[in-house]
């Protein structure tokens, strides 16, 4: 059993900590938080032991009726591994204390990949990081994670000659209430490549790539044009079937109706996933374009989700003998990521053409 | 002196209106208008006979304190040419009163390509229109005409092998309370490619280009990411010259630090622009990249207003002997389409180093 530290309780944190507690091979050892918080006062409601960043502070969280279990040392002390869910640029800062307790750590894609040993994505380079001595590795982004999910797969398909997306970002998370903007669509950057492309190739480090991003006023989920150049011909309906035997792929049926990524909040919602989460890329179906080498389609990415199962696979990478397909199944299986697992729902991807076509 | 009738009054008629009064070979014969509204009483005060187009409806006019000089079959009557500004598909309805009294029509791009002679930008195709015998003949829409107006120049100094672009779409005008999203980032169309692309083509046959929509919760402005493969090599600063010397492209200086459509608003409305419109399509310097024959830059495009200097030279091509280049000169000159144009903001689109870098 993997004595699981998690440093960072906010969006990330909290939903790391909640995928490694159902895990049947790990436990949270406890989470780290700087400040007492309605999330603080929930981590203790669920037993995770509370930690407090800095010791100073520790006083605070008994203010708040909050039990504290020790500092950012003694939680570190009580790990296998961490899992630093802190904002960007404090997980490098932290790196010195976990290299002390000679704790290996994961970070998220805030961090710079310059500060780490290596950077990860189950589907492209779990195995890679598994064989290497890398201790300290950084999970990339959510939109990079996106990105190379169907990136890797379709390049082992059809050889990615070049891939072109614009990444149409959230402003900023629901809860995040100080950000914008307000009715307007921004370049940004406005420069020419955005750090996404570079940021595949940490984990793709072959599959050429030019991004541009764009932020808008919407909080729920980011959406991607993707246009990928083959360097075989192919077809739409052999694209749509690699990318349905993905395991963390959503090949969005075009029964379904579903418009964008409210609907796909609300799915996930209905469907009983906690916070109303979506780990999966979604796809729309209907979206999924071949002329020639060109490749088209839509993707929805949920900022504050589509990491957490990489963090879980990560764990095992680091620290166990678990091979990448074993630990996507067993993460996958024990947080409930099964969106187009069922036989209904992953027809549309591989045929099924009464439902979307007159031609059966 | 060419009389011009404008048939539908709102966000693009109303502009329209105002750009004819203010040509040198141009007078309003007068507006024709469903219903009365404050654009109407409006149109009154400045003078343009204000016509009902149902004569039935004529009393709620003068009810409102309107005078009305008569119905749309009156206003024709008064027209060398009519510049029909209705909403989506009541164009096609209308060609027939236009017919009837033999008079060169022109529609906006709402209307469908089939039902027309031709369809118009003036930097694609003002000649071949000029030349040919349609009477009848669309206007495309704000974002094919943005589009054209940068696909024709980058194709003739570096032939395009292939043009994608991503169009972040405002979800309504300011005025379209009823349109949304509320806080969604939507494919739209879902289907790939959306409709723009063919649109193009109406002008420019024989550029290929795939095009992908999306809709967002802003008003201001529509967003391009543009992706051009060229036949040939180049860099950016030639490709910079290149957008920078065409009338209608503005190229966003860095040092304006214009980050978006609210901006390039705040700018045209400084600038004492009526109504704050940007006619010129907005291709921000910075992001402007070449690498190989792969080019990328964001423009917006202002939704309102961008088709209106083009229905003043489809006026003239149809109407006229005056060439292409002298009627855009006219017609820019006559309104103020003039951002880019000083040699302090043509230049950093043409070098002036020292501004955007210490290389000087």
Redesign the interface.
Known sequence: MLHVGVTGYGTIGKRVADAVAVQPDMTVAGVAKTTPNFEAERAHELGYPVHAVLGERLPDFEDAGIPVAGDLDDLVAASDVVVDCTPAGVGAQNRAVYEAHDTPALYQGGEDADDVDASFNARANYEAIAESDAEHVRVVSCNTTGLSRVLAPLDEAYGVE?A?A?L?R?GGDPGQTDRG?I?????DP????SHHGPDVNTVLPDVAI?T?G?T????????H?V?VTFETETDAEAVKETLGNEARVFVVPEYARV????HLKEYAQDAGRPRGDVWENCV?E??V?V?GR?C???Q?IHQESDVVPENVDAIRALCTDVDAAESVARTNAAIGLDFGDSESERTPAGGDGARISADD
């Open positions: 070049k072109r614009t149409v959230r903007p009715n307007d669509i921004l370049p406005v420069t020419v490549p030019d541009m764009v808008v006023p919407a909080t729920l989920m980011h959406l044009t246009n418009e964008g990524p409210a729309w209907a979206s374009s002329e060109d088209y389609f839509f929805a």
